[in-house]
């Protein structure tokens, strides 16, 4: 699996942002037995998890983000896509797609989110 995401950029506090993540040269089958998700690293602080989803549209949120970020993923197009709603300073990190099957995990290049007060 190989990922490419896009989407980040600055936006003000309470903005939205929508990012998305694609694996183009992914076999669908492939693709669609991963759990996919997105993390987030903020500078001087550990990377964390923003949001997970499987094949069948089961979600998981950090704390931080929920109520507030959507996860959803197409399998026939092989993306997955975050879509940021009340943008908070907080929230200004690193945005990473990754894919997991078992033991094994992906990650893609990093997209950077900034949220200005």
């Known amino acids: 699996v190989q990922l490419q995401a896009s989407g980040g950029g600055l936006v003000q506090a309470g903005g939205s942002l929508r990012l998305s993540c694609a694996a183009p040269?992914?076999?669908?089958?492939?693709?669609?037995?991963?759990?996919m998700g997105w993390y987030r690293q903020a500078p001087g602080k550990q990377r964390e998890l923003v949001a997970t989803i499987t094949f069948n549209g089961i979600t998981n949120y950090g704390d931080s983000v929920k109520g507030r970020f959507t996860i959803s993923r197409d399998n026939s197009k092989k993306t997955v896509s975050l879509q940021m709603n009340s943008l908070k300073p907080d929230d200004t990190a690193v945005y990473y797609c990754n894919a997991k099957r078992g033991l094994s995990a992906v990650w893609g290049q990093g997209t950077q989110v900034t949220v200005s007060s």
């Open positions: 040269g992914t076999i669908t089958s492939v693709f669609n037995s991963n759990i």
